[in-house]
């Protein structure tokens, strides 16, 4: 390895935050040591580093990376072509991603940054097929000079790592929004508090009584989902109430099933269990209003017969309705929050060291849930 390679190696550090404006750089042996050079050519490197002014050396320091070293010259600059990528799923027009994609082109739109939004091309998409779409959009806006950065609702798991990898060898700054990244890929991160929230939710039905809380979940395998089970779960336990397997159920239509159906399914399977729940927890708005729909169909009587609480707010955010209890996501803040993070990204050209910036989602008493005063038989009522 000669000098030129060492620039290279340094170089790239002070662009990627590792080592940042205004830090000293490690002593001369402890690099020569770590790169497997002589000290000679580590002190070539860096003379030909003050030389280019990514460097400032004062007698007897150790050099210093310059405050404007690892910013690009045209870093903040935004060509008429430039844009900013958005995968946000499902698809704009549904929420809670309508309300998140308001939150960045507010902020967009102050700044004047082009906003290209992913778009699907399958009606119905199953979660593979969505996982695919996901892995070509990134892989597109790692291919396209064009793009400057790029937001993410990820689903993709491992299985879209080598897509995330290309968009970090590119150098594109990547904000992951409400989702997390696959494990050990760092990066800045603009979520709700999943985990917190749930167990808050959770204990707010303890606290009113209830011992026998079921909890629904979407077939989605993100890790929204499996920090609100956690919380779920820790609730319990912090209350000493035994979780039951049986009360954890995965809201999935079987084949050749409607959403009607399955739902109805589900609250026969649920409400008919020995020690049926009492309360329901819905990991999202969508699942708890088709859970209340479908009691309705059934006769059974919300509150009443059963408490039943969501997770993210969206009919009290597009509609005002408070007749869903549950936890409010701050949807349009977490947008905003996010297009500012990858616009500092953008002008500072810095990625690191990386942010991960949680929301916090507060539990809203509505109408659909009430204290434990009594209970009503509902076996002969399901089974009829």
């Not at 990244?181 to 939710?201: L, M, N, S, W």
């Not at 979940?217 to 919380?231: L, M, Y």
Request: charged fraction near 25%; aromatic fraction near 6%; include cysteine.
């Amino acid at each position: 390895m000669d000098a030129n390679e060492v620039v290279r190696i340094l170089s790239q550090r002070i662009e990627d935050g590792t080592y940042p404006a205004g830090s000293y750089l490690p002593p001369e042996r402890d690099l020569a040591a770590e790169l497997g050079v002589s000290r000679t050519v580590v002190q070539n490197a860096l003379r030909r580093m003050e030389t280019d002014c990514l460097l400032e050396r004062e007698p007897r320091c150790r050099p210093r990376v310059a405050m404007t070293a690892g910013v690009s010259p045209n870093a903040g600059e935004m060509r008429q072509t430039d844009y900013v990528a958005a995968c946000l799923w499902p698809t704009e027009g549904q929420c809670p991603v309508t309300l998140v994609a308001e939150g960045v082109r507010h902020i967009l739109s102050a700044t004047h940054h082009r906003l290209v939004m992913v778009s699907r091309r399958i009606a119905d998409p199953s979660p593979s097929e969505l996982v695919l779409m996901e892995g070509r959009f990134l892989q597109q806006a790692a291919d396209d000079p064009n793009c400057r950065g790029v937001l993410i609702w990820y689903l993709g798991g491992e299985i879209n790592r080598p897509y995330l990898e290309a968009i970090r060898h590119r150098g594109l700054p990547l904000v992951f929004v409400d989702r997390m990244p696959p494990c050990g890929f760092e990066a800045d991160i603009v979520c709700t508090d999943h985990y917190g929230a749930a167990r808050r939710a959770t204990t707010a039905l303890i606290d009113l009584g209830h011992r026998r809380i079921a909890c629904v979940a979407s077939n989605e395998r993100v890790s929204s989902i499996r920090e609100r089970i956690e919380g779920y779960r820790r609730a319990l336990d912090m209350a000493s109430v035994p979780f039951r397997e049986e009360f954890l159920v995965v809201s999935e239509a079987q084949p050749g099933e409607t959403t009607e159906q399955a739902n109805e399914r589900m609250v026969r399977h649920l409400l008919t269990l020995p020690n049926r729940p009492t309360a329901i927890l819905a990991l999202n708005d969508d699942i708890a209003l088709h859970l209340i729909a479908a009691m309705r169909r059934l006769k059974v009587r919300v509150p009443q017969q059963c408490t039943v609480v969501g997770f993210d707010g969206v009919q009290r955010q597009i509609t005002g309705s408070k007749e869903l209890a549950g936890c409010v996501q701050d949807w349009i803040g977490i947008g905003e929050r996010a297009a500012e993070l990858l616009l500092d990204r953008i002008r500072t050209g810095r990625q690191k060291p990386y942010l991960s910036l949680l929301f916090h989602a507060p539990f809203r008493k509505g109408e659909s849930v009430a204290a434990i005063y009594r209970e009503e038989k509902l076996s002969r009522q399901m089974t009829g």
